[in-house]
């Protein structure tokens, strides 16, 4: 396992992590629809400058679901991943499949916090990523605009806890 960071990440204000969440969410909607068999999801990294937010790296889950949004945002961040808090739509991934899992990444990356709207109710996933988060030693924060999410997953979490696509009739 990588040297943990000795910086640590300042506490965001909660309003400042429901504007970046929702920033993040706006990003996972991108790709809406075109990523099965993964959830569109967005991801953020941000470093704080002084009171300020920096955001180095972005990304959202590519057409067909590979790759996840958190790899991309972490390789678009590079280096100064380090230290930082990851803004994440969903709980990141923690098994290994066509993909290295996500909570992984982030471990290795070295980064200090990571904000998540909910738990992936996928039962491969289902706490399993914020827990290895949490082991190694990274601060997680659950729930913020944990709503809006279930709103913008709600067609993955349909296909997982009930085996069909989530459909809205007018």
Do not use: F
């Not at 990274?138 to 709103?151: F, N, Q, S």
């Amino acid at each position: 396992m990588p040297a943990r960071s000795q910086e640590s990440p300042k506490p965001a204000h909660p309003e400042l992590d429901r504007r970046l969440m929702a920033a993040a969410l706006r990003l996972g909607r991108r790709n809406l629809g075109r990523t099965y068999p993964n959830p569109a999801v967005g991801a953020l990294i941000v470093r704080m400058e002084g009171d300020e937010p920096v955001v180095v790296g972005r990304g959202w889950t590519a057409e067909g679901g590979r790759p996840h949004a958190e790899t991309v945002a972490l390789d678009a961040a590079g280096p100064a991943a380090k230290g930082a808090t990851a803004y994440v739509t969903l709980e990141p991934c923690s098994h290994d499949g066509r993909t290295p899992p996500c909570a992984g990444a982030l471990i290795e990356a070295g980064v200090a916090r990571v904000v998540m709207t909910i738990d992936d109710p996928d039962p491969r996933v289902a706490g399993k990523g914020r827990a290895a988060l949490a082991a190694a030693g990274i601060a997680v924060t659950t729930g913020v605009l944990a709503d809006d999410a279930a709103r913008a997953h709600a067609g993955h979490i349909s296909r997982v806890t009930r085996g069909r696509p989530h459909v809205t009739l007018k």
